[in-house]
């Protein structure tokens, strides 16, 4: 008897009617949020109505399946890749140049053939020309002595071998 007055109250139904209305507030809410996802997300606006209504006519279910299929990245994450990666193909093809004059030299270059600047050290072994950071020739594997402490490192200069004669 106490249960079928509680059941019959006014505080029963509007308790149903604040969860009602919570409910539908989250469904709105879920297919807002979707909208705003896909947007970010697609560029197509017929893929994002489509997401939009798949998330509004499958209440609290739509949204999930729209999650499993929407693209894995925002569209301005996948420029800033396009960004990215095109900085680093215009600094590999940049044109090398020379430090002094900035005529245009080519990367074998020893010397800059318009004012003769020295870029880089010749191998002593096979000739061929070497970084400033290489330790080891990668042509002819004849190791490059590191510069002696205290000495402020040059352009592209190779310390001669250090032979102790005895």
């Known amino acids: 008897m106490i249960a079928a007055s ?7 139904h509007a308790i149903l009617n604040g969860l009602a209305f919570f409910a539908f507030v989250l469904w709105l809410s879920l297919g807002y949020w979707t909208y705003k996802d896909a947007r970010r997300r ?7 109505g489509v997401a939009t209504a798949v998330a509004l006519i499958i209440p609290f279910v739509g949204p999930f399946i ?47 053939p318009v ?18 950071i290489w330790q080891i020739c990668p042509y002819c594997e004849t190791a490059i002595e590191p510069a002696e402490p205290g000495t402020p490192p040059a352009l592209g200069t190779r310390r001669a071998r250090r032979t102790s004669r005895r």
Do not use: N, W
Not at 42 to 48: A, F, Q
């Open 42 to 48: 697609m560029e197509d606006p017929v893929l994002v």
């Open 66 to 112: 729209y999650m499993l299929f929407r693209p894995p990245e925002y569209l301005e994450d996948v420029r800033e890749r396009e960004l990215e990666i095109k900085a680093i193909e215009d600094r590999m093809a940049a044109d090398i140049r020379c430090p002094v004059c900035h005529a245009e030299v080519d990367s074998g270059y020893l010397v800059c």
């Open 115 to 132: 004012c003769t600047t020295k870029l880089k050290q010749a191998c002593v072994s096979c000739s061929a020309p070497l970084e400033p």
């Open 6 to 12: 509680f059941v019959h109250s006014g505080l029963v």
